[in-house]
Structures are given as C-alpha cells and as structure tokens.
C-alpha cells in the first residue's frame, strides 16, 4: 500500500525558532498533499492544500506567513514553523492523495509532535 | 453548529461486542463518506470508503450513509482488543473541495477482554 513518512517524528523547540517538518510519499508520487494540526482529544483541523509546483492554498485563519509550505517534488512536502510559540505545539500531521487521485484515497503519515517551550 | 458532529465517547465495549459508531452533518455538498482509525500518536488509516447513500461491507465493518438523513455509521462486528483506537467520521465534497476532509471530533473506542 501507499505509505507516507514524517520526519521528524517529535521535535522540542524554544519560542522563537523556526522548526521544519517533512512529508514523503514513499511508493508513489503525490501532486497534492494536506497539512492538518490536531490538538489532543480533538479531530483534525486542515491547515492547507500544498500542490506540486504552485503555491499552497490555506484555510481560512491560518498564517500563510507562518506556516511555510514548500511542495517541491513529487514527493516532497514541507512545513515550516516560523518563529514557534508556545500555542503552536501541536500534533502536526500530513496526507497524500493516493496513486489513483480519488478524493477518498488519502494517506495519512504518522504525525509530529512538536513542543515549543 | 460545526459541519460534521461526532459523539466523542469514550465508549467502553468487552470483547465480542458490535460496536456502532455515528456521525450527523450539515453540509449537504458532501458526497464522499470515510472512517478513519487512529492509534495515539499516530496517523490516522482508512477503513472504509462510502460514495454517495448505501451500505458497504469489509470483513467485521459495516459502514452507512443515509444522505437524507445527513447520517452516516459505521458497525464494527465481533470486536476485539485490537479494535480499541480513536475512530474518526470524514467526509469530502466534489467540485472544488475535491479532496478536502472534514473530520468528525472522533470516537474513543475501548475493547476489553
């Protein structure tokens, strides 16, 4: 099956430092990718749609300039954390569409924690 | 309201029980129905796939959609220990929210022996 990886998989940083985080496709190639947030207990939040080649589309109340995303390859996705605060710790978790672009066909990576202290 | 509501349990079941799980919405755009099991501190993984009204079977999981009802489950049959995870309700328009999830709150499931 389609499988998608985060790195890193935890990350602790101090206020006012920009963290990256990286989302692969491993087995296919992903035009489109989503950048969700989670807080705990709560469900999935969706920060922004990141095509291959063009510029990210963001949800309505998400800092574009804040959180940087970068979708350079085909199976490439990345998401900087501009100057962190402490209320952008989070559960930060990536989807691919799948090789076949059907709008169910997502797969999910295993997420990255970030604490910012 | 929020677009897609989801009793949060938690829901507490032994082993061997049928598991019902439910989410209502509002947005009558969305056409494309999916269930979700997530692991703490993980990703969430697919388990089932609805287009549009109807019944669709996988193994113990029996997902729903009743459009007109703006309802859909799913029925987890014989469950097991390895069922206990969070269980979230998603659902995608068509057009030009191709792709675009919207999640329910999620369910916490355990299975107790």
């Known amino acids: 099956g389609a499988v998608v990886s985060q790195h890193p998989s935890r990350v602790i940083c101090k206020s006012g430092t920009s963290v990256k985080i990286e989302c692969r496709s491993l087995?296919?190639?992903?035009?489109?990718m989503f950048w969700y947030r989670q807080f705990p207990k709560k469900s999935l939040m969706l920060m922004a749609t990141s095509n291959e080649g063009s510029k990210a589309t963001y949800e309505q109340g998400v800092e574009k300039d804040k959180f940087l995303i970068n979708h350079a390859s085909l199976t490439l996705s990345t998401l900087t954390v501009t100057s962190a605060h402490p209320e952008d710790s989070s559960f930060y978790i990536c989807?691919?569409?799948?090789?076949?672009?059907?709008?169910?066909?997502?797969?999910f990576g295993p997420g990255t924690r970030l604490t910012v202290t | 309201q929020k677009e897609v509501e989801q009793d949060p349990g938690p829901l507490s079941v032994p082993e061997g029980a049928i598991v019902s799980l439910n989410c209502t919405y509002s947005?009558?755009?969305?056409?494309?129905f999916m269930w979700y099991r997530q692991y703490s501190r993980k990703g969430p993984e697919l388990l089932m796939y609805t287009y549009s009204s109807g019944n669709k079977e996988d193994g113990r999981f029996t997902a729903q959609v009743d459009k007109s009802s703006k309802y859909i489950s799913l029925f987890i049959r014989d469950s097991q220990p390895s069922d206990s995870a969070t269980y979230l309700c998603?659902?995608?328009?068509?057009?030009?929210?191709?792709?675009?999830?919207?999640f329910g709150q999620g369910t916490i499931l355990t299975v107790h022996p």
């Open positions: 947005n009558s755009a969305f056409q494309y």
């Open positions: 087995d296919f190639q992903a035009t489109t």
């Open positions: 998603a659902m995608s328009a068509g057009g030009t929210s191709y792709g675009k999830l919207t």
């Open positions: 989807s691919a569409r799948g090789p076949s672009g059907g709008s169910y066909e997502q797969y």
